[in-house]
């Protein structure tokens, strides 16, 4: 907890009493809890954000799929009909605080995270063709392949009998295959992967480094990849900028290269830890899918919901007075929605703190809020559950009696708002 103690959000924590914030140890350590308690107050709550901006806190599950598909909440503050100034706009006052220099904030504000309507619709129409159904289960072999490889190198980590998965194989595996997707060189994937811890960290001083490396990279490996394009990604991204009437700017394409290698291989990373710990701590479900493989579908989406990395989504704004379960929500605000609490919503689940991976019904739509809803839903999560049946399965396949290298409470995890995940996952592979 000591990096985030000593950041710049730290000081707000505690200001508003009564007005729990984001960065509070309570909610940091245990979010399952300190959110299931809002929730089972209110299903709006008044709180704060992490730079002491008042947040509204929806926590039940109906109303945050409602407002991930009602389009009278933005993600763009500054964007009609909301238009708010710089001065204005709160994300302005967060690049503030992280000390993020006026040249490079329109790569902040320019990723398709922050887009609505029409922008994001253009924007995720380029990309979501690699990103098909046919297209991901066409690329199955291949990560099947890797996860095979990894696995069998697995032994040579190994110390004193005990390997960490995170990083040896639950970070390798996804970089390797969004890497692969979209094109970036081998030899550029292990500083991706740093890159993406420091723009987690929130330190102003690692981001301060990080960003304007990050950012002159992907300018450069453009630069290169117009000399000699292929079928990846980043070259249907060179020639849509180059030849399809300016569909796609300087900026827009190099946020949309940062946006997919790190949102490509994060999340699925931390799926992929929090999912094995579960089931080596939950013996009876482990069994279960020993038993039957046939059932890893289903499981990956009870992983998701019972301990998935992504535990809120970033801030939407309201576009208009709306009311939202009897609370008046007025145009500005800035509302939190809290994934963690409505995915252990009782009145939407039967004995929601259980894992149950034979929760979900093969075929049916998704019961969960794991990967988002409506027009933001993730686009990677097609690829991102495919990793996960393959992750699961190979491991247990490669190694059927895996256990923890420490005992469950000795588990470590990063104090990161809104995130869940394991600093590392030791295990013994048996």
Request: aromatic share 6%; with cysteine.
């Amino acid at each position: 907890m000591s990096a985030l103690s000593s950041s710049p959000f730290a000081a707000h924590v505690g200001k508003h009493p009564g007005e729990p914030n984001v960065m509070e140890p309570a909610l940091l350590t245990d979010p399952f809890a300190g959110y299931g308690a809002l929730r089972e107050q209110a299903p709006v709550v008044r709180g704060r954000f992490m730079d002491d901006s008042p947040v509204w806190f929806v926590t039940r599950f109906e109303e945050v799929r409602h407002v991930l598909r009602d389009q009278r909440f933005v993600n763009n503050p500054a964007s009609p009909p909301l238009a708010l100034s710089a001065e204005e706009n709160p994300l302005t006052r967060l690049m503030d605080m992280l000390g993020l220099p006026e040249h490079l904030r329109v790569y902040m504000l320019g990723s398709i995270l922050n887009y609505d309507a029409p922008d994001h619709t253009r924007l995720r129409r380029l990309v979501s063709r690699a990103f098909t159904a046919r297209k991901i289960t066409d690329l199955r072999p291949r990560v099947e392949q890797i996860a095979d490889e990894l696995l069998t190198r697995l032994p040579e980590y190994a110390e004193d009998g005990v390997v960490d998965l995170i990083q040896h194989f639950a970070y390798p595996l996804p970089i390797t295959v969004i890497c692969e997707l979209v094109g970036i060189p081998e030899a550029d994937r292990p500083q991706w992967r740093e890159w993406g811890a420091d723009l987690l960290s929130m330190d102003p001083e690692r981001l301060g480094a990080t960003f304007p490396a990050m950012i002159e990279h992907i300018h450069q490996m453009v630069r290169e990849r117009r000399g000699a394009l292929t079928d990846d990604l980043l070259s249907e991204l060179i020639r849509t900028h180059d030849d399809d009437g300016g569909r796609l700017s300087d900026v827009e394409m190099v946020t949309m290269i940062l946006t997919l290698v790190l949102a490509g291989h994060e999340t699925t990373a931390h799926l992929i830890s929090n999912g094995t710990a579960a089931l080596l701590t939950h013996p009876d479900q482990l069994r279960l899918l020993k038993d039957d493989p046939a059932l890893l579908p289903r499981a990956v989406h009870e992983l998701m919901r019972w301990c998935g990395p992504v535990q809120m989504t970033q801030l939407r704004y309201a576009a208009a007075d709306v009311d939202l379960a009897g609370t008046r929500i007025h145009k500005g605000d800035a509302v939190q929605l809290v994934l963690v609490s409505a995915n252990f919503d009782p009145r939407h689940y039967t004995d929601p703190d259980r894992l149950d991976l034979t929760r979900h019904p093969a075929g049916h739509a998704e019961n969960h809020v794991g990967f988002g809803h409506g027009a933001h839903y993730c686009l990677g999560a097609t690829l991102a559950k495919q990793e996960g049946e393959v992750a699961f399965g190979k491991l247990l396949a490669h190694y059927p009696e895996v256990s923890l290298g420490v005992e469950p409470e000795g588990l470590e995890r990063l104090p990161l708002p809104g995130n869940w995940r394991l600093d590392s996952l030791p295990l013994r592979l048996g």
